[in-house]
């Protein structure tokens, strides 16, 4: 079975503007993300981003990005009020 290619940057930043796509931030691409973010003046994904990437810095505290914090769901940011 053939493997599907690697989303580019922007399909991943386009996904974790939609709440999903998680899964696809890795330490290899997280760089890239926070400077598009930061370029689209997107500080709370920027934010989201950065802790992750610090986070990784420490071994033991590796793990996907918002894996099981529903307080830093993407998508409730969509709302208007």
């Not at 590796?62 to 993407?74: E, F």
Request: glycine share 8%; with cysteine; aromatic share 2%.
């Amino acid at each position: 079975m053939p493997q599907s290619p690697t989303p580019s940057i922007d399909d991943i930043y386009r996904k974790l503007q939609g709440g999903t796509g998680h899964e696809l931030v890795t330490l290899d691409n997280v760089g890239a993300l926070i400077q598009m973010a930061t370029q689209r003046d997107d500080t709370l994904l920027e934010s989201i981003l950065r802790e992750w990437q610090n986070d990784c810095t420490m071994p033991s505290t590796r793990g996907p990005l918002l894996d099981g914090d529903a307080s830093l769901n993407l998508s409730s940011r969509n709302v208007r009020h």
